[in-house]
T-cell receptor, first 112, second 112 residues
């Protein structure tokens, strides 16, 4: 069945450094790839997304890249700040199935 | 916040008892989802709905049933709760196929 793998499970970076989280998906029909941030005790919220007809998208310090051939996509956070500390989830949707499948999450710690 | 409300927010129940969680939306979104969140497993899809009375199973549907008799409500029922169903449950809604999902506040369920 459909599967989304996410790595690493935990990531610690120094403030100001960059962080990269990677996800791979199994179904080549996947066509939408969002990233969510979940702060402690709160609900997940979208931070950026990309559709299958686009290779890269940026929003200030956050960017997402998509490699359809390799079936993987990545989240890049530059100039990390303490408030970036959270759990990040990638997800994928499969065209025509309505499913919305998440990765297992990455706990990012930004060290001051 | 998107108009999505989960109830109850917290519940403690005994093994073997039935439990129903409610997700209510005021956005008139077509798609609704139930996830459970457990450490190390991320957000796992239990069931989802793509319209009134149209539902389907997710990755971890055993022991759960759902109903959607009207657009705004999606109910998740644990017919006979087990300790393995102790988790945080999130409802999510989505308007169209290639769009973000909005999450409810979550329900913390403890089965003792």
């Amino acid at each position: 069945g459909e599967n989304v793998e996410q790595h690493p499970s935990t990531l610690s970076v120094q403030e100001g450094d960059s962080a990269v989280i990677k996800c791979t998906y199994s179904d080549s029909a996947s066509n939408y790839f969002p990233w969510y941030k979940q702060e402690l005790g709160k609900r997940p919220q979208l931070i950026i997304d990309i559709r299958s007809n686009v290779g890269e998208k940026k929003d200030q310090r956050i960017a997402v890249t998509l490699n359809k051939t390799a079936k993987h996509f990545s989240l890049h956070i530059t100039e990390t700040q303490p408030e970036d500390s959270a759990v990040y989830f990638c997800a994928a949707t499969i065209q025509g199935t309505y499913k919305y499948i998440f990765g297992t999450g990455t706990r990012l710690k930004v060290l001051a | 916040d998107a108009g999505i409300t989960q109830s109850p927010r917290h519940k403690v129940t005994e093994t073997g008892t039935p439990v129903t969680l409610r997700c209510h939306q005021t956005e008139n979104h077509r798609y609704m989802y139930w996830y459970r969140q457990d450490p190390g497993h991320g957000l796992r899809l239990i069931h989802y709905s793509y319209g009134v009375k149209d539902t389907d199973k997710g990755e971890v549907s055993d022991g759960y049933s759902v109903s959607r008799s009207k657009t705004e409500d999606f109910l998740l029922t644990l017919e006979s709760a087990t300790s393995s169903q102790t988790s945080v449950y999130f409802c999510a809604i989505r308007d169209r196929e290639i769009t973000e999902a909005f999450f409810g506040q979550g329900t913390r369920l403890t089965v003792v």
